[in-house]
């Protein structure tokens, strides 16, 4: 029994030395570790805000974009529209006579010149 006891007692000292080694050994960080922890941390941060403005910046130009490819779209309508006169011509507008009819003269109407009193 008593070689049991020191089996026992062996385990437990072996326990409280393995413990005792491992809350000893703590990793501990670097001042130039955490200078450079700190430097990423702000480029991080800046980083974030370029890519947050970068977006505003891709939303304003994509409806830019927007725009102009609506006036071109509207160009392009004329410019069809154009083309297919140019093609028809000279009878663009059938029905059309490129002789005006002659002005009918409309008789003068004098008009007074006196104001009413009130």
Do not use: H
Not at 56 to 67: C, H, L, P
């Amino acid at each position: 029994m008593a070689f049991r006891n020191d089996r026992t007692g062996m385990y437990a000292l072996a326990a409280i030395g393995v413990a005792l080694v491992l809350t000893s050994c703590t990793c501990k960080i670097k001042e130039e570790q955490q200078a450079m922890i700190n430097q990423l941390r702000t480029s991080e941060k800046q980083l974030q805000a370029d890519v947050k403005k970068a977006e505003g910046d891709k939303s304003k130009i994509a409806s830019e974009v927007s725009a102009r490819q609506g006036e071109v779209r509207r160009c392009n309508e004329k410019k069809a529209f154009v083309q297919d006169k140019m093609a028809k011509w000279p009878d663009i507008w059938p029905g059309w006579d490129p002789n005006p009819p002659a002005p009918v003269e409309e008789p003068m109407i004098e008009k007074s010149t006196t104001k009413k009193k009130r």
